[in-house]
């Protein structure tokens, strides 16, 4: 009898043990966000999840990841995790080559014994190596590690088909955005001292989610700044989002700029994501730069936010932005020039659309139980 009844019973649900190899905050961005939420989501659901952390802070002792040390100590720790029964799923771009190489040989291994790993591709088109046909071997590189991959997924369906032209097959690559309606729920938190007496003392002001790299186009927004403060004087602009790493040559940088060029900037480092968020909702608007990003998960934040959004034209910007030729700094002074004029304007097309809860899509692909692709 007890044995009928323990047969009528639904089976335990078997527990996955994942190993996410990726950014974890800080510094904060956009993947780091999400390998936070898909880490708890999994969690969530009763599975073991850790995270290999590859960020800047990835040598710093933590509770919430793994650290990494170094080279060989990422390749013990990969090895380790995955004698243990995790499987490996690695986050990627086509801006890094370090982070190709280390996710190269994680899913190389994965391969050896016999559990492909996940692969998820960030960023959109194109990137610095993504896609291209010449040189050669950059093909070659990508079309190796996604063929490596078990399955993968991307931001959207048009990288999905720039992934697919590599010879990789439809069913194995799943289009789930980045952004998740989960990146919404924030606390408000107060602004930090300067920025509340930047904000107090200057208008409108910009919001700039940067870093010190060159897609970020720092010449030419520095050029649109001037120009822009020559029609609004006391127009101010916020560069936020720079690593620890990246502080000292962003001040350097500035350091022989004229000092109404100078006033009319602050330079902030990092910002957790509710402190971002707090921010970013009392800006006057929002400034992206990098053609690279495909659909930022700043810039729909923004919108969602009801903060109007001044973007480089990359082709993929949602309703609603105000775009400008990305190596133009004076069509960006008068795409910011019409967002001050038209204010009212373009406030009513500022609006995002709830999105959907891509990191429950995103666990379930994991999973393996997500099945649209």
């Not at 070659?140 to 032209?165: H, P, W």
């Not at 050029?223 to 560069?239: H, L, P, T, Y």
């Not at 990098?290 to 903060?307: I, K, R, T």
């Amino acid at each position: 009898m007890t044995a009928a009844l323990l047969a009528m019973l639904p089976p335990k649900p078997t527990i996955r043990k994942i190993l996410q190899i990726g950014n974890y905050p800080p510094p904060m961005c956009g993947w780091a966000v999400q390998t936070v939420l898909l880490n708890k989501e999994l969690r969530r659901r009763g599975h073991i999840s850790e995270v290999l952390n590859v960020n800047e802070s990835r040598k710093k002792k933590s509770s919430q990841y793994v650290d990494v040390q170094n080279g060989f100590d990422f390749v013990w720790k990969v090895l380790w995790f995955s004698a243990r029964g995790y499987h490996i799923h690695a986050h990627l771009n086509a801006e890094s080559l370090k982070l190709y190489l280390l996710d190269l040989m994680a899913l190389l291994w994965a391969r050896v014994i016999g559990h492909p790993a996940i692969l998820t591709f960030h960023g959109g088109i194109p990137q610095k190596f993504f896609p291209k046909q010449r040189p050669r071997w950059t093909r070659y590189a990508f079309q190796l590690i996604f063929r490596l991959a078990g399955r993968m997924t991307c931001d959207n369906e048009e990288i999905k088909e720039a992934i697919v032209s590599y010879g990789i097959q439809q069913r194995r690559i799943a289009a789930i955005p980045c952004f998740s309606a989960e990146l919404l729920e924030f606390h408000s938190r107060p602004l930090l001292e300067e920025a509340g007496a930047f904000l107090a003392f200057h208008h409108p002001v910009f919001l700039c989610y940067i870093s010190f790299r060159p897609e970020y186009r720092l010449p030419v927004l520095r050029r649109a700044m001037a120009q822009f403060r020559e029609r609004f004087s006391e127009a101010g602009f916020i560069w936020l989002g720079f690593p620890v790493k990246e502080m000292a040559p962003a001040h350097a940088y500035i350091e022989d700029w004229q000092p109404n060029e100078k006033s009319g900037l602050l330079l902030l480092g990092n910002l957790a994501h509710d402190d971002f968020l707090s921010l970013l909702s009392r800006c006057y608007g929002y400034l992206r730069t990098p053609a690279c990003d495909g659909v930022s998960a700043s810039v729909l934040e923004s919108l969602a936010l009801g903060v109007p959004v001044v973007a480089s034209e990359n082709g993929r910007r949602p309703p609603g932005v105000v775009t400008y030729a990305e190596d133009d700094s004076a069509d960006l002074c008068d795409k910011l020039s019409y967002v001050v004029r038209n204010y009212l304007e373009v406030k009513r097309y500022t609006r995002l659309e709830l999105p959907a809860k891509n990191t429950e899509r995103m666990a379930d692909w994991v999973l393996g139980e997500y099945s649209s692709c």
